[in-house]
């Protein structure tokens, strides 16, 4: 019952910007923590950023910060990955991810989200 759709993904320069959206299906989007994941061939999957159901709490892996941000808008069942400074090392298929959640929560684990999309490829050239 509980669908995801990410979008956005591209072949990017490095130092170039991309911004990927992620699709929601579900009737009460603004109970659910999100998060974005990514996984290079070779890599185990690793947390890229999440938030909280109303949006207030982030985190981010440390790779990313101050070059990716996520946020939401509940409105219209959405998250985003704004993704700036692009290096190589960022290339991988990025996938988003839900989980219902209390307020004001944020996971990093892959084992706490339920329900994923289908992933969207992220390509940074040199």
């Known amino acids: 019952q509980v669908q995801l759709v990410e979008s956005g993904g591209g072949l990017v320069q490095a130092g170039g910007s991309l911004r990927l959206s992620c699709a929601a299906s579900i009737r009460t989007f603004s109970n659910y923590a999100m998060g974005w994941f990514r996984q290079a061939p070779g890599k185990e999957r690793e947390v890229v950023a999440a938030?909280?159901?109303?949006?207030?709490?982030?985190n981010y892996a440390d790779s990313v910060k101050g070059r990716f941000t996520i946020s939401r808008v509940n409105a219209k069942n959405t998250v985003f990955l704004q993704m700036n400074s692009l290096k190589p090392e960022d290339t991988a298929v990025y996938s988003c991810a839900a989980v219902g959640a209390s307020a004001y929560i944020v996971y990093s684990s892959s084992r706490r989200y339920d329900y994923w999309g289908q992933g969207t490829q992220v390509t940074v050239s040199s």
């Open positions: 938030i909280s159901r109303g949006g207030s709490k982030t």
